[in-house]
């Protein structure tokens, strides 16, 4: 994997030097490193971890903040930058009041220790398989002022290609068609580790223009979501766990 996320780094900045993607591509394997430090340290102390992502600084605006304290759904979308695991505890104590469902794809041995962890931060885990499009759509029609936090890369439902910084990637139209289907809007969320404090930016929120043919204003939403990833990416890319998704086929 190590070999196809450096590829992947130089297919998107063909212009860097030998260099310079050795030194983001140290920085990425920092980083992915913190996660899973971050992760098992939650796992092995759950209070000394809640207790320090009440330190975390969200910076969100007042509608985010109106949508958060109303009974309307909700769902928010994730691009795989920084401690992402944290970051799902982080938003469970912001989301306090709410029933928060967390899609994950973790399988393998992996699978588990994720399910024990989204438990015990207080969020329903749901895996991302074929049934879960349909388990989320029930959730987020509940009375129980669902939350939902999902990758933007998870749901696979109308999968394509887009453009994605210098080169393209797959993508899926599954948050757009949850947010269609349903009516809820979409926050953005983002984790920031950048040789500094922690924190986690939430946008928006963002809605499907009903206006639009459906499968063209799913389209244009999740191109839209991904213009916003893509900024981020660009400004730290050493902190985007998804490079192989750029490579191509490599020994």
């Known amino acids: 994997m190590g070999r196809r996320k450096?590829?992947?780094?130089?297919?998107?900045?063909?212009?860097?030097?030998?260099a310079q993607?050795?030194?983001?591509?140290?920085?990425?394997?920092?980083?992915d490193f913190v996660n899973r430090v971050v992760f098992r340290f939650h796992n092995a102390f759950p209070r000394l971890a809640t207790l320090a992502a009440r330190g975390i600084r969200v910076t969100r605006n007042p509608a985010v903040d109106a949508l958060i304290?109303?009974?309307?759904?909700?769902?928010?979308?994730?691009?795989h930058l920084g401690p992402v695991f944290f970051q799902v505890l982080v938003l469970r104590l912001l989301l306090r009041g709410?029933?928060?469902y967390t899609l994950h794809a973790e399988r393998g041995s992996n699978g588990p220790a994720c399910v024990a962890f989204m438990?015990?931060?207080?969020?329903?885990?749901?895996?991302?398989?074929?049934?879960?499009?349909?388990?989320?759509?029930?959730?987020?029609?509940?009375?129980?002022?669902?939350?939902?936090?999902?990758?933007?890369?998870?749901?696979?439902?109308?999968?394509?290609?887009?453009?994605?910084?210098?080169t393209t990637i797959p993508v899926s139209d599954g948050v757009a068609y949850l947010a269609d289907a349903t009516g809820a809007p979409v926050v953005t969320t983002i984790a920031r580790f950048e040789r500094g404090?922690?924190?986690v930016v939430l946008g928006g929120p963002f809605r499907v223009d009903a206006s639009l043919p459906?499968?063209?204003?799913?389209?244009?939403?999740?191109?839209?979501?991904?213009?916003?990833?893509?900024?981020?990416?660009?400004?730290?890319?050493?902190?985007?766990?998804?490079?192989?998704?750029?490579?191509?086929?490599?020994?």
Not at 6 to 18: C, H, M, N, Y
Not at 133 to 145: E, H, I, M, V, Y
Not at 239 to 246: M, N
């Open 119 to 166: 438990r015990r931060v207080g969020v329903v885990p749901v895996l991302d398989d074929p049934m879960a499009t349909r388990t989320l759509l029930k959730a987020l029609r509940g009375n129980d002022r669902p939350a939902v936090i999902v990758a933007f890369d998870h749901l696979a439902v109308g999968s394509r290609m887009i453009p994605f910084l210098g």
């Open 98 to 100: 709410r029933t928060v």
């Open 197 to 199: 404090p922690m924190q």
């Open 69 to 79: 304290a109303s009974d309307d759904p909700m769902i928010l979308a994730g691009g």
């Open 6 to 18: 450096r590829a992947g780094l130089g297919r998107a900045f063909p212009t860097w030097s030998e």
């Open 214 to 251: 459906v499968q063209t204003r799913r389209e244009e939403f999740v191109n839209a979501l991904y213009r916003i990833l893509e900024g981020y990416v660009a400004a730290a890319p050493e902190q985007w766990s998804e490079w192989q998704y750029l490579a191509p086929d490599v020994p």
């Open 21 to 31: 993607l050795d030194r983001v591509f140290a920085r990425l394997l920092s980083s």
